[in-house]
T-cell receptor, first 114, second 112 residues
Framework: EAGVVQSPRYKIIEKKQPVAFWCNPI?????LYWYLQNLGQGPELLIR????????DSQLPKDRFSAERLKGVDSTLKIQPAELGDSAVYLC????????????FGEGSRLTVL | QKEVEQDPGPLSVPEGAIVSLNCTYS??????FMWYRQYSRKGPELLMY????GNKEDGRFTAQVDKSSKYISLFIRDSQPSDSATYLC????????????FGKGTKLSVKP
């Protein structure tokens, strides 16, 4: 069974440019998370989806970050415009439901903003 | 004070040593406690999962939760070079409010 798939694995952009990350969760997993992991830190939640509904986006900086999960499967996280401080790893994770099952992480998308 | 505190290390031990990793937390509502292992440039993977207080053993790994002290531990026996990774503790209240709160992670290096 395929795990959580993320792309791109690495992205280098100039500041003020837009960037988008894509996530394909494990088949059948209704709950999808986007986490931010800075160097030397643990993952921090950005947004949680239950199917196509964003049920917790309180930590998402909405002035420049947006996310969508059309049809309740794949998800995209976008940053526009990117700032130097956005350099980090963006992790996608999924589980069967919020209350059920193990949380599986993708390998992450590493963003460098120059 | 952060909700979850974890010493970032780094921690270096010789092969075969017993490793002790710890986290403290401040939110008494946490019910679920996990340890994740993260290899360099990989996503975290679940290592141990414990509900409420007590011990749980899985092979060379033992997880302990002391809710009265708000303290959790992970012990690794007979450590191997392949155990070299960052170990993240994580916890949640469970249910619909069950978002995981992670510690900073402890970087472990096991020297052959």
């Amino acid at each position: 069974e395929a795990g959580v798939v993320q792309s791109p694995r690495y992205k280098i952009i100039e500041k003020k440019q837009p960037v988008a990350f894509w996530c394909n969760p494990i088949s059948g997993h209704n709950t999808l998370y986007w986490y931010l992991q800075n160097l030397g830190q643990g993952p921090e939640l950005l947004i949680r989806y239950e199917n196509e509904e964003a049920v917790d986006d309180s930590q998402l900086p909405k002035d420049r970050f947006s996310a969508e999960r059309l049809k309740g499967v794949d998800s995209t996280l976008k940053i526009q415009p990117a700032e130097l401080g956005d350099s980090a790893v963006y992790l996608c994770a999924s589980k069967v439901t919020a209350n059920t099952g193990e949380l599986f992480f993708g390998e992450g998308s590493r963003l460098t903003v120059l | 004070q952060k909700e979850v505190e974890q010493d970032p290390g780094p921690l270096s031990v010789p092969e075969g040593a017993i490793v002790s990793l710890n986290c403290t937390y401040s939110n008494s509502a946490f019910q679920y406690f996990m340890w994740y292992r993260q290899y360099s440039r990989k996503g975290p993977e679940l290592l141990m999962y414990t509900y409420s207080s007590g011990n749980k053993e899985d092979g060379r790994f033992t997880a302990q939760v002391d809710k009265s002290s708000k303290y959790i531990s992970l012990f690794i026996r007979d450590s191997q070079p392949s155990d070299s990774a960052t170990y993240l503790c994580a916890m949640s209240r469970g249910g619909s409010q069950g978002n995981l709160i992670f510690g900073k992670g402890t970087k472990l290096s096991v020297k052959p």
